[in-house]
């Protein structure tokens, strides 16, 4: 593992989400890490075990890397992994930042706009999602076909404050965040692995969390096929950067929409049901990044 920075980030960074803070972190991590990624994965909760699976791999924690923040949530390890998978370089995010952590959403974000300075061209955005649409069941992956975000809505936007025309234009279009040729592609290996039975399509929705939605917040989210508490932000600064984007819902829960059920959502269920899908998200990333290199000419 990479020897330290010489230096601990603290939690805020007034400089953090600034241009020269995450050149400043791309260049450490350039001259560092012998690969130039093509493809950034954020891992969601539980799901860290992604990164496990890449060949030659390069490990930087995130309290090492300049100006980058740290994750304190249970199942989000706090490293930077750099490989390559099924003939694609990679960089995988083992643990990713939340706005309920008492990060501002530029912070939250700042990964991102390092990935992009790196030079990465696609974003696959993982996460643990709560199923609002009563037909999905716990274990199922949805593949996002948009979002809608409460958080929003509030006004709360990580492209709110001074645009810098450097990352990206000041109004980014969004009606395409999620592009429809990396959900074929998706969805094709699906199909070819046999996961058809699991996998669906849908919207998810962003809410601020920490806590779970109560039973009356969820038809406030009407539209939406499941919800969470991350993903949306990343995807903006993504858009907003010129990457392709493609999100992938694991459905760890059921959201409670009923006064009388006896479940209640926890995050112990979600990471447990996180590793029992683990090996099948790690197939289908993988086998999805070796058709990518079939298609890399018309992608």
Request: with cysteine; net charge neutral.
């Amino acid at each position: 593992m990479p020897g330290r920075a010489g230096k601990s980030p603290c939690l805020f960074s007034s400089r953090r989400g600034s241009y020269e803070a995450c050149q400043e972190a791309a260049e450490w991590l350039r001259a560092r890490a012998a690969r130039r990624p093509r493809v950034a994965i954020v891992c969601g909760s539980g799901l860290a075990a992604l990164a496990d699976v890449l060949d030659s791999r390069t490990v930087f924690l995130y309290e090492d890397i300049p100006h980058f923040p740290r994750s304190s949530v249970s199942g989000h390890v706090g490293r930077l992994v750099f490989g390559e998978l099924n003939g694609q370089s990679c960089v995988c995010m083992q643990g990713r930042f939340h706005s309920y952590e008492g990060y501002s959403l530029s912070t939250v974000t700042f990964p991102i706009r390092v990935f992009f300075l790196l030079g990465v061209e696609i974003l696959i955005v993982t996460n643990a999602a709560g199923g609002l649409n009563p037909h999905f069941q716990v274990g199922d992956i949805m593949f996002i076909r948009d979002h809608i975000s409460l958080f929003g809505l509030g006004g709360q936007n990580p492209l709110r404050g001074p645009n810098d025309e450097r990352f990206g234009v000041r109004f980014p279009c969004m009606s395409d965040a999620y592009e429809p040729d990396l959900l074929s592609l998706a969805m094709e290996s699906a199909q070819e692995l046999g996961l058809l039975s699991f996998t669906r399509e849908g919207v998810y929705c962003l809410q601020a969390g920490p806590s779970y939605e109560t039973v009356a917040e969820c038809p406030v989210a009407q539209g939406s096929n499941a919800g969470g508490m991350s993903t949306v932000p990343e995807v903006i600064v993504a858009r907003h950067c010129g990457l392709r984007v493609l999100g992938i819902s694991l459905i760890t829960n059921k959201a409670v929409m009923n006064y009388s059920s006896q479940e209640k959502a926890n995050h112990e269920e979600v990471l447990r049901i996180s590793v029992l899908r683990a090996e099948a998200l790690q197939k289908l990333i993988s086998h999805l990044l070796g058709k990518l290199g079939e298609s890399s000419d018309s992608l």
